[in-house]
Nanobody
Framework: RVQVAESGGGLVQVGGSLRLTCVASGLAFADRTMGWFRQAPGKEREAVAGIGRYGSTAYVDFVKGRFTISRDNAKNTLHLQMNSLKPEDTDMYYC??????????????????WGQGTQVTVSS
């Protein structure tokens, strides 16, 4: 089975931290561009961060300095360390895998495999 699956979401207070994990199965993880996206009810899915096959990273302005994306090719896992969380970060977070980063790390067009999401809720 070819899939990516997210975990690590939860309920945290403002200023708290969470670490999301995405486990990839049935694909050559090291050859994939990977990214994190998020979506809240009534809003469009938006990019959070992306990481290329060779470790290059990109972040949307809103999370720069607070979130860190990383990958562990030996374990076929992707992570998103989220610090200094704020209520505006409340969203369903999705892991995505793509090929060649054709449209950029933060463009959903670069991705063709999506997880089911993990909920992040930041209370005020």
């Amino acid at each position: 089975r070819v899939q990516v699956a997210e975990s690590g979401g939860g309920l945290v207070q403002v200023g708290g931290s969470l670490r999301l994990t995405c486990v990839a199965s049935g694909l050559a993880f090291a050859d994939r561009t990977m990214g994190w996206f998020r979506q809240a009810p009534g809003k469009e899915r938006e990019a959070v961060a992306g990481i290329g096959r060779y470790g290059s990273t990109a972040y949307v302005d809103f999370v720069k300095g607070r979130f860190t994306i990383s990958r562990d090719n030996a374990k076929n896992t992707l992570h998103l360390q989220m610090n200094s969380l704020k209520p505006e970060d409340t969203d369903m977070y999705y892991c995505a895998a793509g090929w060649k980063n054709i449209y950029g790390l933060l463009n959903p067009r670069s991705y063709n495999l999506w997880g089911q999401g993990t909920q992040v809720t930041v209370s005020s």
